[in-house]
């Protein structure tokens, strides 16, 4: 059974920066697209970025140069480096695994990021 676990949420600042974590585990990660996602209280799930088995990576557009999203394959992990965050930032953050050859997509249980003076 495939597990993600994320980490790294917390109580930043406006202007503050966090790094999230995700650990994959039961799985051949280099086998899975990866993404972050994130849903803010009465709102949608959204997509932050997704990162490609070979680590080309997309990001939401109004994330482009706060956010960055990086892999390591070798350590089956995930990571989002966040930087110059705002309240509009606050959200649960989610790890996604897709599989490359497969209709299969797998979810972490996230990990709350709050940004607030």
């Known amino acids: 059974q495939v597990h993600l676990v994320e980490s790294g949420g917390g109580l930043v600042q406006p202007g503050g920066s966090l790094r999230l974590s995700c650990a994959a585990s039961?799985?051949?990660?280099?086998?899975?697209?990866m993404g972050w996602y994130r849903q803010a209280p009465g709102k949608q799930r959204e997509l932050v970025a997704s990162?490609?088995?070979?680590?080309?990576?997309n990001y939401e557009d109004s994330l482009k140069g706060r956010f960055t999203i990086s892999r390591d394959n070798a350590k089956s992990m995930l990571y989002l480096q966040m930087n110059s965050l705002k309240p509009d930032d606050t959200a649960v953050y989610y790890c996604?695994?897709?599989?490359?050859?497969?209709?299969?997509?797998?979810w972490g249980s996230g990990t709350l990021v709050t940004v607030s003076s």
């Open positions: 996604k695994a897709e599989f490359a050859y497969g209709n299969l997509n797998y």
């Open positions: 039961e799985m051949t990660f280099i086998n899975y697209k």
């Open positions: 990162i490609t088995r070979d680590g080309n990576a």
